[in-house]
């Protein structure tokens, strides 16, 4: 029995790639002219390592399973937000006009009975150049899922079902941010010539 504890014990990376909800069309105005230039992971996990995601917990909240990423988190969100960036059709890929600079509140995801996932992204547009703020904002997006009941929790428990939620998670926050009217304007601002 002790064997089989253990052997249930460990960690599991998994890749986190964004995916454009259905309806997105490419080429909208302003066209390609931002791209993500700086990331700042300030997420407090209490660990060193920075691929850590999440954990599927025992009674006492103690981490029976880990969940990380197949790369740390600040390139994980990178690569998300330019290929949101892309999916509506505003990623530069060379001399953007304006900066997109990521700060990572909070990303995470717990199972306990439930599974519960969290991402609290912000966004600063910044004009390359004058280095003028053209609109910053956050987005927190809280996911819960399961039931209090279920049986396959703790050692038996998939990490499998707590990935998808939190790639599900961070997705939402990246589309909501980058689908506020507020950032089409400031980017369509920043694609006026002589902007």
């Not at 909240?61 to 505003?90: F, I, M």
């Not at 990521?102 to 969290?118: G, H, K, P, S, Y």
């Amino acid at each position: 029995m002790l064997l089989l504890g253990l052997g249930a014990c460990g960690t599991t990376q998994h890749p986190m790639p964004y995916a454009a909800p259905a309806g997105i069309t490419g080429n909208r105005a302003p066209g390609p002219v931002a791209r993500v230039t700086e990331v700042q992971n300030t997420r407090r996990t209490g660990r060193e390592n920075d691929r850590w995601i999440g954990a599927i917990r025992g009674g006492y909240g103690n981490p029976l399973k880990t969940l990380e990423a197949d790369r740390p988190v600040s390139e994980v969100v990178r690569s998300a937000v330019d290929d949101a960036l892309a999916a509506r059709g505003w990623l530069a890929p060379q001399d953007p006009r304006v900066d997109v600079l990521v700060t990572i509140r909070q990303f995470d995801a717990n199972r306990f009975a439930r599974l519960e996932a969290t991402a609290d992204i912000e966004l600063t547009l910044r004009q390359r150049g004058t280095g003028r703020v053209l609109w910053q904002g956050a987005e927190r997006v809280y996911n819960l899922s399961g039931s209090i009941f279920a049986l396959d929790g703790g050692v038996l428990a998939s990490t499998d079902e707590l990935h998808a939620l939190m790639l599900r998670t961070m997705n939402e926050a990246i589309d909501k941010l980058l689908d506020r009217p507020e950032v089409a304007a400031a980017l369509r601002q920043a694609s006026q010539p002589g902007a």
